[in-house]
């Protein structure tokens, strides 16, 4: 059963803390998003990848924000240093970057990693 | 730029009444495609239907239904005979087809389905 796995699942950490977040996509799935959720913004996009590709991470606080694909099954997603406004859900999702015949193109999300900065 | 606007926080419909969740959106690509998905309290993301720009017909899935009106710039969600499971978050999304399929979400409009 193929599925995007995200780890951690939860973290709990203090303001000031490196953060990083893991993301593995669906074998085959060569594009890759970050999404923050929260109440008040709702899913901010914010980057994306293509081949391992960077591009777009215009949604990201750069002073603070990186994210990588350092190969095609890991993408992760740093915060250095975590502020408590960092607080939030973060969702990977993975699709195909080619659509074929009938395939809609839908993303395939993970379970998100709920981040606390104390 | 591209833009998704949903403007309903909440709904409140009752359970086995059709409901429409609405969605407009904004941009210059000439082609992109239209999702719906559910996020149940769990927190999962849940894909519920696909409404390509060149479609001719709207989508169907079950009970779902997806009235797209182009011109109009709208791709509202149906949901018929409502279940007490439906309530949940509802999000609409639009991929763009340039730039390495850009998938951006609206706000999102949560459902209450009444006993």
């Known amino acids: 059963d193929a599925r995007v796995t995200q780890t951690p699942r939860h973290k709990v950490t203090e303001m000031g803390q490196e953060v990083t977040m893991r993301c593995q996509p669906i074998l085959g799935h060569n594009t890759v998003f970050w999404y923050r959720q929260t109440m008040m913004q709702g899913l901010e996009l914010l980057a994306y990848?293509?081949?391992?590709?960077?591009?777009?991470d215009s949604g990201m606080p750069k002073d603070r924000f990186s994210a990588e694909m350092p190969d095609a099954t890991l993408a992760t997603l740093k915060i250095q240093p975590s502020e408590p406004r960092d607080s939030a859900v973060y969702f990977c999702a993975s699709g195909p970057a080619r659509l074929t015949g009938r395939m809609t193109g839908e993303l395939f999300f993970g379970e998100g990693s709920r981040l606390t900065v104390l | 730029a591209q833009k998704i606007t949903q403007t309903q926080p909440g709904m409140f419909v009752q359970e086995k009444e059709a409901v429409t969740l609405d969605c407009t959106y904004d941009?210059?690509?000439?082609?992109?495609?239209l999702f719906w998905y559910k996020q149940p309290s769990s927190g999962e993301m849940i894909f519920l239907i696909y409404?390509?720009?060149?479609?001719?017909q709207n989508a169907t899935e079950g009970r779902y239904s997806l009235n797209f009106q182009k011109a109009r710039k709208s791709a509202n969600l149906v949901i018929s005979a409502s279940q007490l499971g439906d309530s949940a978050m509802y999000f609409c999304?639009?991929?763009?087809?340039?730039?390495?399929?850009?998938?951006?979400f609206g706000a999102g409009t949560r459902l209450f389905v009444k006993a």
């Open positions: 990848f293509r081949n391992r590709a960077p591009l777009d």
């Open positions: 409404q390509g720009s060149y479609d001719q």
């Open positions: 941009t210059s690509d000439p082609s992109y495609g």
């Open positions: 999304a639009m991929r763009s087809t340039v730039g390495g399929f850009k998938t951006i």
